[in-house]
């Protein structure tokens, strides 16, 4: 899950399963594994679903 969350971090722009899977040594074997993360991160506010909940953006807090 971390993993997934530095991927989006790191992003400039949001990103989809297979994308970030692509960037796991296993590819796009995990692919279904990180989306079902992405889902759930989702749920909880994690990240932000675009494009219908086919890209994933991390959400930017705002602190201070």
Avoid at 1 to 10: C, D, E, F, T, Y
Avoid at 42 to 63: N, P, Q
């Amino acid at each position: 899950m971390a993993s997934v969350l530095a991927a989006l971090g790191a992003a400039r722009e949001p990103l989809d399963a297979a994308a970030i899977a692509r960037g796991f040594r296993q590819g796009l074997k995990v692919e279904r594994a990180v989306r079902e993360i992405l889902v759930s991160l989702a749920r909880v506010g994690e990240v932000s679903a675009v494009e219908a909940g086919t890209r994933f953006a991390r959400r930017l807090l705002a602190s201070g």
